[in-house]
């Protein structure tokens, strides 16, 4: 799915929009046992509350794609016969209203999800209308091409406030309140099946993760049976680590900076663009850029193999994973020194009577601690900066 495909889905969340007639949920305890399930009729509830579990929802379809949302993609065989794929398109079959069916739905998320404390399990399906669009890109909305039925899984962490002073209006006075359960922002969910091309497609799903530090492979595992890409911040790790141990000493600052530029160019072309789908890296891509820095065919080489053993065989990257577009930094062990990442040209490595140094052009205005500070002409010319 784009970002496209997922905010046309978003904005028909809503309780005026959307053809979700109940919404199903369990309430789990820290020691992983459902302390209450219910079903929520959407015409009868008030209409605050079924806006608050809308948005919860609608939150579950957030973030960054590559980062918070995550492409899932079933095997042909799954799609034939899998339990885990036919427990989904049950659901979806019976719109959640099998018992038993969502009582193993539930049981596969308790059994493998990794949460602190108690949790909230919401699950929703809706059947969305899609209308016609234009070659020009115009939405005809009283025409129909297809109906589009989905699942949507939120699962929200539950957290307990401190008993504080509440305001009582019939005695206009403050007494001490109870401690209450309050309902998070989604850690983690799904949606199938895939909205791709404006269709369904049944062969994908759409996973959602809050914390993009974390994996939760067993969750996935328990519901998809099929492998993940590593967490955002876990590939830019291994990319850093990557180019450090394939390139060895030609793993220059001349060579990180070229890299970085040149995917932060690629970013932002992207943009520009407005095309819809989400910017790839390949490792032929990364190689290219490598090559023109000047890195032997050697390192090049290990590269190559090195890459296929962290990130899989050929896989394709989001770029915005394993770089940071918005920061360029350099550290030793005693300083850290952040660059404008536009602006990365204004620091160079140099060896001065055999002491290796980080220069940095200080023609401009020089701050200390918030203070400017003037360099006299000679210091320029003669002392490190």
Same mark, same amino acid.
């Given at each position: 799915m784009n970002d496209k495909e997922i905010s046309e889905i978003r904005r028909h969340l809503r309780r005026d929009r959307s053809n979700i007639t109940a919404i199903y949920g369990c309430y789990v305890n820290d020691n992983k046992?459902?302390?209450?399930?219910?079903?929520?009729?959407?015409?009868?509830?008030?209409?605050?509350?079924?806006?608050?579990?809308?948005?919860?929802?609608?939150?579950?379809?957030?973030?960054a794609l590559g980062k918070n949302l995550i492409d899932i993609t079933f095997k042909t065989s799954q799609v034939a016969g899998s339990p885990e794929h036919k427990l989904l398109m049950d659901l979806r079959q019976c719109k959640l209203a099998d018992d038993d069916l969502r009582a193993e739905l539930y049981k596969k998320i308790i059994d493998s999800v990794v949460m602190e404390g108690s949790y909230?399990?919401?699950?929703?399906?809706?059947?969305?209308?899609?209308?016609?669009?234009?070659?020009?890109?115009?939405?005809?909305?009283?025409?129909?091409?297809?109906?589009?039925?989905?699942?949507?899984?939120?699962?929200?962490?539950?957290?307990q406030t401190k008993a504080n002073l509440h305001y009582v209006p019939e005695e206009k006075l403050f007494h001490d309140g109870a401690m209450n359960q309050m309902v998070s922002a989604p850690a983690l969910g799904f949606l199938f099946p895939a909205f791709d091309d404006r269709a369904t497609n049944i062969y994908n799903a759409l996973y959602y993760t809050h914390d993009i530090k974390v994996s939760q492979d067993a969750l996935i595992e328990a519901l998809f049976n099929t492998p993940v890409p590593q967490p955002a911040a876990e590939q830019k790790k291994s990319f850093e680590a990557l180019l450090t141990t394939s390139l060895g000493d030609e793993c220059s600052l001349d060579v990180v900076q070229t890299v970085h530029d040149q995917l932060c160019q690629r970013i932002e072309l992207h943009k520009e663009s407005k095309v819809p789908e989400p910017l790839m890296i390949s490792k032929?891509?990364?190689?290219?850029?490598?090559?023109?820095?000047?890195?032997?065919?050697?390192?090049?080489? #290990?590269?190559?193999?090195?890459?296929?053993? %962290?990130?899989?065989?050929?896989? &394709? *990257?989001?770029?915005?994973? $394993? =770089?940071?577009?918005?920061?360029?930094?350099? #550290?030793?062990?005693?300083?850290?020194?952040? %660059?404008?990442?536009?602006?990365? &040209? *204004?620091?160079?490595?140099? $060896? =001065?009577?055999?002491?290796?140094?980080?220069?940095?052009?200080?023609?401009?205005?020089?701050? %200390?601690?918030?203070?400017?500070?003037h360099i006299p002409e000679e210091d320029k010319e003669t002392a490190p900066v």
């Open positions: 046992e459902i302390i209450s399930e219910f079903r929520q009729s959407t015409a009868i509830m008030p209409e605050n509350e079924s806006d608050k579990y809308f948005a919860l929802l609608r939150r579950t379809l957030s973030g909230l399990i919401l699950v929703g399906c809706d059947s969305y209308d899609v209308p016609f669009r234009s070659k020009d890109d115009s939405t005809q909305h009283d025409q129909s091409e297809e109906v589009y039925t989905y699942l949507l899984c939120t699962i929200c962490p539950v957290k032929e891509d990364v190689k290219e850029v490598l090559t023109a820095c000047g890195v032997s065919q050697e390192h090049l080489a #290990k590269f190559s193999v090195d890459y296929d053993e %962290v990130f899989g065989f050929e896989a &394709d *990257l989001h770029p915005k994973n $394993i =770089i940071d577009e918005k920061h360029f930094e350099l #550290k030793t062990p005693d300083v850290v020194i952040k %660059v404008d990442p536009s602006r990365s &040209d *204004l620091v160079e490595t140099r $060896i =001065i009577g055999g002491v290796k140094y980080i220069m940095i052009c200080a023609d401009e205005d020089v701050e %200390v601690n918030g203070v400017s500070i």
